[in-house]
């Protein structure tokens, strides 16, 4: 019996490394796909439709909304952006664990409709530490970095509304982490029903002919 | 901050190959510690308290009943056996995971007692395998052969009582299989709020001063 994959939600403060770590991620295992993101915004120099994002009219979009086939989706600087359903069932009916990197308030809407979804909270392991990788990262003036820090201590009350707790202090570690806590999903009981029910029936004949 | 350790509650099928999967965990890893129950029954040649049993009198056994210092204990061919809490107390807050193997009433018990216990039920991939190893182990006779798997077919009501479900089919991959749920477990939210609060209270500074 295969088993379905896992919907993966990776959320996490500006500057606690998500792009790295998933980077990692899919790199040194197989068994991820990362979601695709269906768009309005038109396609950049060496974007390709299916491989970057899928890239729609504003009113294929909007069927798409009408229609519930997104998972999610917001509005961004005038575009849509969503994650397409029948991709990501597609994936984990395959068997793949997809991965989809979302903000908090998507990642809680997506748990509300699919609640066998997994949360991941990734944060450096201090906000000291947090706010040394904003500077450190030198791409962005004081006030940039004061908004984005404004906006984590903003979005701590999202925390303990996810499953696992990820803190990304050494990347290896993480990786290794986040691959591990995946994993280890996969035996819980919850994703093993049908494994059980199947054990009970062939069990039965053990009880029978006394 | 140091965290607590895990109680993790390891039950199975007779046959599944229990004891095997914990020997080498204790082997393999350096961070878990076995439970020691206390007996009433008294101490075979080579037997040491506090290593393979705390040995109690009748008398000392009953109080601690009465005491509320056992986690669980039951009664089999005479004896008393049970878990004391105060060792498992201690061990857990040296931050070691604790491993009890118990039986599927017992761990019942447990879990309403202390609900953050972590049940691992182990079972062979297929009821045909467990009579296979059961009747491989040439150790027993047909009847009570018969016996034990009738008793399986009836123990799979509790499978979906449990969190995880370990498939013992390799001996090597279940054992990484289970370090590795159990390392998972450590990541969960609700066994790092005091680290998530402790990260809200710092990220404060962030919000004020504007």
Redesign the interface.
Known sequence: MKNKGILIIVSGFSGAGKGTVMKKLMSDYDNYALSISATTRGPRTGEQDGREYFFKTVEDFEAMIANDQLIEYAQYVGNYYGTPKAYVEQMLNDGKDVILEIEMQGAMKVKEKMPETLLV?V?PP???E??NRLVGRGTEDMATI?AR??R???E?VY??K??????NDDLDECVK?LH??I???H???SR??N??NF??E??????EG?
């Open positions: 909270f944060t201090t906000a000291a947090l706010k004061a820090l404004k984590a201590s903003e701590t925390m303990d996810y499953d696992y707790l990820l803190i982490e591990g806590i994993q280890a999903e035996s819980k009981v093993n029903i494994k059980i054990f009970r062939d069990a039965k004949i053990f009880s006394e």
